[in-house]
């Protein structure tokens, strides 16, 4: 391909499509994952018996944490549905977002492990690092070393993404 043919390269075409699956289908897993989560923690027994300071399973700083931690979840869910209009309006700043985000949740992801081995001290590795946050965190190592450097230097990404 000559240096001339380079203008023909927009559109969700290539590797794009790819990029398009992931950012059509992302805001529905999260919203469904994060439900499911947050259904099981904010469980009536399973909030008393944790945030309860007379429960033997007091946990110091849970409500906190938690409440923290969805929140943070239901603006990355906003911010994954408000990428999805970016991508398909082809606007410029769709790539620069795009990349704040996946780092974002990738230094998320580790705080929020972080967070949970200062509230339960006595989990082991396996119990952090259950096969679910593997697949989370291998997913995001990808995208910074796979779709961060795409979406900086794709030709394609450069002539769609121009509204």
Partial sequence: ???TDKGELKGIGGWLILVAIGVTVSPFVAVVMDYASSSQTFNTEVWS???DSNSPVYTPYFAL???LETIIRIIIDAYLFYLMYLFYSKKSGFPTLFIRL???VFIFTIVDIIAVIFL???LTAE???D???IRSIGQLIFAILVWVPYMQTSVRVKNTFIN
């Fill in 1 to 3: 391909m000559s240096i």
């Fill in 65 to 67: 944490t938690v409440s």
């Fill in 127 to 129: 119990d952090l690092f």
């Fill in 102 to 104: 996946v780092f974002f």
């Fill in 131 to 133: 096969p679910l946050t």
């Fill in 120 to 122: 339960f001290p006595d």
């Fill in 49 to 51: 018996a944790l945030t």
